[in-house]
């Protein structure tokens, strides 16, 4: 779907400090209410955007952007819980120099719903844009912006790149000439830092800096280990000999080769992709 949205003002939608838009019929029901209904629907078939008001939305693209041969770790069924938990790790800088959180607690309750959506369906060669906007209290004045950017996991973490934030696009379309404004999005890239971008780990938290406008936070990749089954009684046969622990880089290569062996077995890669994936492991070796 492409970003540019025609926004049309009209007296209604003022009224809800929003505005109406151009969007397809489907984009436009359910307006301000994204129900576990409605992101059943959407993960049921993902073909277009998952809105939650005119401007507010989740959907899927091509990554894109080096480096060209990484795969994404899609599908991953990451909890609302963990998505609202990284994403409160997140901050931006404005342009008056202050620290805000880069979404809202308001936000947040949305779009962890919708990216969580998003993540669990999104393949190894697709990043998920998303859009939000939200009150942000600066020197004591509250407006709502908007920010814009595309998430993925890769390298076990959440990865959070912010093409912009901080933007007032109620104001722009308040003030624009004849009433219309075409609206783009700056969905940030993996090649070049967006500029006038400053997105920063949260103070004490474990997200990381990759750049100025890219934050990566831990997540949990993996399934948990089953419960540890309760001791069996002692048997007269002798004990095996202890064997030692695989070290932590074996295990993160087993964790690498079986997640080329889901991927390609889901269909989410082709065999080609495979072969050439696994042989590239395999010398790391």
């Known amino acids: 779907m492409s970003s540019q949205i025609r926004i049309l003002m009209c007296v209604a939608g003022l009224m809800f400090g929003m505005t109406a838009f151009a969007a397809p019929n489907d984009a436009l029901s359910g307006l301000f209410d994204l129900t576990p209904e409605k992101v059943k629907s959407w993960r049921a078939s993902p073909g277009g955007a998952l809105y939650w008001n005119q401007l507010d939305r989740v959907e899927l693209t091509a990554r894109g952007g080096p480096p060209e041969d990484a795969l994404n770790q899609h599908p991953l069924d990451l909890s609302e819980d963990d998505v609202a938990t990284a994403l409160a790790k997140l901050t931006y800088r404005s342009p008056r120099g202050e620290t805000l959180p880069l979404l809202s607690p308001e936000e947040i309750r949305r779009v962890r719903m919708a990216l969580s959506a998003a993540l669990a369906v999104a393949t190894p060669t697709q990043d998920v844009l998303f859009v939000s906007t939200g009150p942000k209290t600066e020197r004591g004045y509250t407006r709502k912006l908007t920010t814009a950017g595309r998430a993925f996991i890769s390298g076990g973490a959440l990865n959070v790149v912010v093409g912009e934030t901080g933007r007032d696009v109620m104001h722009e379309v308040q ?108 010398k790391t070796l």
Do not use: C, M, N
Not at 214 to 243: E, I, L
């Open 175 to 282: 003030t624009a000439h004849g009433g219309q404004l075409t609206v783009s999005f700056d969905f940030a890239q993996r090649g070049v830092a967006a500029k006038g971008v400053v997105l920063l780990p949260a103070a004490g938290s474990d997200a990381v800096s990759v750049r100025s406008d890219w934050v990566r936070v831990p997540v949990a990749t993996q399934d948990r280990p089953a419960a540890t089954p309760a001791a069996t009684p002692a048997t007269s046969a002798s004990p095996k000999p202890a064997t030692a622990a695989p070290s932590a880089g074996i295990r993160q290569q087993e964790e690498r080769f079986e997640l080329l062996k889901r991927l390609h077995e889901k269909g989410l890669i082709t065999d080609a992709e495979y072969e050439k994936k696994r042989e590239e492991l395999l």
